[in-house]
């Protein structure tokens, strides 16, 4: 077989099958675990369990295969996406368990424990769908606090509404129905992977409304989104009261699912799935030609300054750099000699046009020199190039990081972020950018291994 030009170089995807949601992500006993949704057998979303990687720096990580399986009734058709926590050096994870007889589906919260961070044993326990909800009742994210464990699951109202449905427990198998957490139209048909954290002074309530075209036949997922809300858990009515509209986590093509955990260095850490590829593009997607789909965004470390949602590329990732270059030129152009690499753009008073092109002319960055800034790529099912608009009024830093076939977006030291994958073979890479003001600086890191 010809070399795969896509297989990226610190994203992490799978050797085959197909990827999806990042699940169960923690730091236990040292090691850092990120589990994930895996179809190890097809590029479809017909079979679906966790997979494992592992890393002890977050830079070189393994892949353990398999972590668990739906072997069980209460999960035959699928180990969907949940999350971890660790208790008495134990490591817990609690995952829906999908089930489908004769076409009708049911769904299971469940909970499996591991003293080895690899091998898990199931509970028998599972919590079923509280009435007045469809079985569309899924991804169990749990956290602790005030000497409690809470469990909150994405849900849809009979009437068809996304909700989230929240659980508290003291010893984390049997669970108490606390209500419906937090419900809004605005949450679509259905709330999928739902994430809740205090972050500095703010608590922030993760959503994914899950759009789609027609509930009759519908698997499709048509612009489903996360975002984010900003409010309060209020513990007398255990709901969870906005102080926002939905904000969009990640601005770009591909991005989903995400979910966070804390790390022993105390970082809230998120991590998304880097896909939103309807059927089309997942059909034609390239790497499909190499028997794999998709994979996870780099973990982003979050703050909260400004009463904003900062997302910054983890200081490890420095350990990528292998050589710099930089430049002060108005326009330039030059080779990357591979296809991993960053760029870091500070702009000092950019009031004039930049535009930067990268991968050959596949992905290109312009700014207006005031507030807007246009990202594009070539789309692989139409060859078309396609674009989204941000709206930055003052733009002083952009930070990319080029991965053979996933690029990672950072503006204002990671109050916008944009993700999205593209398609480009060449091992060298062209670079160009026109337009840079006084005082600008464009610094690129090479990744390539001396
Ligand atoms: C989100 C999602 C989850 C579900 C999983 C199944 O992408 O649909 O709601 O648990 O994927 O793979």
Request: proline share 3%; glycine share 6%; hydrophobic share 30%.
């Amino acid at each position: 077989m010809k070399e795969n030009p896509y297989r990226n170089l610190f994203h992490l995807e799978p050797d085959r099958g197909l990827l999806n949601d990042p699940n169960g992500l923690i730091q236990f006993q040292g090691r850092y675990y990120f589990f994930h949704q895996w179809n190890r057998f097809g590029l479809d979303h017909g079979y679906k369990e966790w997979g494992a990687f592992t890393s002890s720096d977050l830079n070189n990580w393994d892949h353990l295969g398999s972590a668990l399986l739906p072997d069980s009734k209460e999960d035959s058709d699928g180990v969907y996406s949940g999350s971890a926590i660790e208790h008495d050096n134990k490591l817990y994870v609690f995952y829906t368990g999908n089930t489908k007889n004769n076409g009708t589906r049911k769904t299971y919260q469940r909970m499996a424990c591991s003293s080895n961070g690899c091998t898990f044993i199931k509970s028998e326990k599972v919590i079923e769908t509280p009435n007045g909800f469809t079985e569309h009742h899924r991804d169990p994210k749990v956290w602790q606090s005030d000497g409690k464990w809470w469990m909150i699951v994405g849900a849809q109202t009979i009437e068809q509404v996304g909700a989230i449905n929240l659980f508290s427990s003291t010893e984390l198998e049997e669970w108490k129905y606390e209500g419906v957490f937090y419900s809004e139209q605005s949450l679509d048909q259905m709330c999928e992977c739902p994430d809740y954290f205090q972050l500095g002074d703010a608590e922030i309530l993760v959503v994914c409304p899950q759009k789609r075209t027609s509930l009759l036949n519908g698997n499709e997922n048509i612009s489903s989104y996360a975002g984010y809300i900003v409010g309060n858990f209020e513990n007398n009515n255990k709901r969870f009261r906005p102080d926002s509209d939905i904000i969009l986590i990640d601005e770009g093509f591909d991005f989903y699912a995400p979910q966070s955990f804390i790390d022993e260095k105390n970082r809230r850490i998120v991590v998304g799935w880097m896909s939103r590829m309807d059927e089309a593009e997942e059909l034609a997607c390239p790497t499909a030609a190499f028997n794999y789909l998709h994979c996870l965004t780099i973990p982003r470390e979050l703050f909260w300054e400004n009463d904003c949602l900062y997302q910054r590329p983890l200081e490890e990732l420095k350990m990528l750099r292998k050589k710099r270059n930089t430049s002060t030129e108005t326009s330039a152009a030059f080779l990357s000699d591979s296809r991993s690499y960053e760029l870091h753009v500070q702009l000092v008073n950019q009031t004039t046009p930049l535009e930067i092109s990268m991968n050959n002319g596949n992905t290109v960055i312009h700014f207006d020199g005031r507030s807007k800034l246009v990202i594009s790529r070539i789309n692989w099912v139409s060859g078309q190039r396609e674009q989204k608009e941000l709206h930055i009024p003052k733009l002083f830093e952009i930070q990319i990081f080029n991965d053979s076939s996933a690029m990672e977006i950072f503006m204002n030291k990671g109050e916008k972020v944009f993700s999205m994958r593209y398609f480009c073979e060449e091992e060298q890479r062209d670079i160009s950018y026109r337009g840079l003001q006084e005082n600008g600086s464009i610094d690129y890191y090479s990744y390539k291994e001396e």
